[in-house]
């Protein structure tokens, strides 16, 4: 287990509802449905071998983080077209950032309810 998952499914499971289970091999993390999945970016996946994680995105979200900084963001294979953003974890990680990319994934997909139980929070 490397660190980055770890600090991953901290972040992840601290949302009200989530849960864990692989899903295609890779730690994943949902709220009835998916909204993250930690994966390496293979061979398997038409990938470069590097670290990343794939996450739902509000609409647009992935045009603009991958037009600004291309070399962190990235267009992932297979939900890419559904406006999911792949984000590289093999390098220096913005954690700050990077919970406020799974916050918003997890609104993405989750019920209100929880969505309102997670504002509640703040």
């Known amino acids: 287990m490397s660190a980055t998952l770890d600090r991953l499914r901290a972040v992840c499971l601290?949302?009200?509802?989530a849960t864990e289970k692989l899903s295609h091999g890779s730690p994943s993390w949902f709220v009835k449905k998916m909204f993250a999945?930690?994966?390496?970016?293979?061979?398997?996946?038409?990938?470069d071998g590097r670290e990343s994680l794939w996450c739902a995105a509000p609409p647009g979200a992935q045009e603009e983080m991958v037009g600004q900084?291309?070399?962190r963001f990235y267009r992932p294979p297979y939900v890419?077209?559904?406006?999911?953003?792949?984000?590289?974890?093999?390098?220096?990680?913005d954690w700050d950032e990077l919970s406020e990319?799974?916050?918003?994934?997890y609104r993405?997909?989750?019920?209100?309810?929880?969505v309102a139980e997670l504002e509640a929070r703040t």
Do not use: M
């Not at 993405?108 to 929880?114: E, M, R, T, Y």
């Open 108 to 114: 993405v997909v989750a019920p209100k309810k929880l």
């Open 101 to 105: 990319v799974l916050e918003e994934a």
């Open 69 to 71: 900084e291309p070399d």
């Open 14 to 17: 601290a949302l009200p509802g």
């Open 80 to 93: 890419g077209h559904r406006g999911w953003l792949g984000v590289y974890l093999d390098g220096s990680v």
């Open 37 to 47: 999945s930690h994966t390496f970016t293979d061979d398997r996946h038409h990938g």
